[in-house]
């Protein structure tokens, strides 16, 4: 059976945003109602009531892959909704968490790693990880180390933040897998259609919901996916002792949201390639001369990175540097289209002069996440503010 329901389709992305939950549906209206139920009735069919004695588990799936509803701790119809999605435009078996953190928790106490390998990356996930190290003694280590061993974890984030740059998956891959060692890949940056790290072999893959798949900048929510329906069932017994699902009005914002997923990704990573390929020339020519380096994907020349972002599009989300900290720093208030706020993966296009949030990064750094805007209005709106400084040079 397949993991979105309705396996005798071959339907492609877009499609599956808007169907791959149709046979969900417990009642009769076309848009989803949010249901916010904490309870269900139990059947009024006593031959067909179980003793919890003979139940697995409150969160086992039936035959058809659906939940019986009990607690919604357990398991909600929203929540089944949004994981049928998921399940479709992931290629896996989705598991929904109240934020991606919750959700790379609900990873390392699935796995349980004695070790925990990794790149900078995302700030966040270091912090769960230093909660762990002080609960388990979690150890953490540089990527590909040479002490992973089986049973050890290895984490890639891949596109990194807050860079856009891609990491090497394949290479990864045959690394932890030779020593016994799983991969978990942090794919917030870069959603499908953009990478399927499946097709690499890893075990696990990862997304804060919160940004593109939620792409409105109005709910927190995580997500894991497997290939394998025994680990999402272990991740869905664990989660709701955790109590790490989403709630049910974040649940309805997701579902929503992944209506019009696809469409809202390309656009943005479209305008974010017509970005980069702008500034790219302007910084080559010397058009400007604040501009110092720019980081994308569509800009690395390792042959692995075509491979992997084999469409074409890049990551929506990038940085540039710019001559001083404090050029970085007045840079966003002097821009127009741009909130100047932290988070990425949203509508509405974003810069943030990252060492606000990211201790790790250069005080020279802005991070830029491309919205659904017009792109030549962004790089009007760049263009202008960036040449601003000329003069102070
Ligand atoms: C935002 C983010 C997270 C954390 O997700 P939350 O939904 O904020 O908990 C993890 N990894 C990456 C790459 C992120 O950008």
Known sequence: MSATGISDLDLRIASLGVHADDSYAIVSDVATPVHVSTTYHYDSDPTKLKSARDRDDATVKNEDGKTTFIYSRFGNPVVERVEAVLSA????????????LTAYTGALTYYNPKRLSLTDGYHGCHG???????????????????????GDLVHVETPINPTGLSVDLAKAVE???????????????????LQDPFEFGVDI????ATKYLGGHSD??????????????????????????????FESWLLLRSLRTFKMRVETQAKNAGKIVAWLDS??????????TKIYHSSLQTEAFVAKQMNTGLFSP???????????AKTLPSRLKLFHHATSLGGVESLIEWRAMSDPNVSESLLRLSIGVEDADDLIADLKAALLSFSATL
Do not use: C, W
């Open 317 to 327: 989300t990038f940085a540039i540097e710019v001559a001083s900290a404090d050029i």
């Open 128 to 150: 769960v990880a230093r909660i762990f190290t002080r609960l388990s003694g979690l150890e953490k280590v540089p990527l590909l180390d040479e002490s992973v061993s089986a």
């Open 89 to 100: 435009i992931l290629n896996g078996y989705a598991v929904v968490y109240s934020s991606g």
């Open 205 to 208: 893959v990862m997304h804060s």
């Open 219 to 248: 709910l927190l929510a995580g997500v894991l996916v497997t290939k394998d329906p025994q680990v999402r069932d272990a991740l869905l017994a664990d989660r709701g002792m955790l109590g790490a699902a989403p709630g049910n």
């Open 175 to 193: 690394f932890a897998h030779t020593r016994g060692a799983k991969v978990l890949v942090d794919a917030t940056f870069a959603p499908p259609p």
């Open 282 to 291: 302007a910084l080559k020519t010397n058009q400007i001369p604040v501009l």
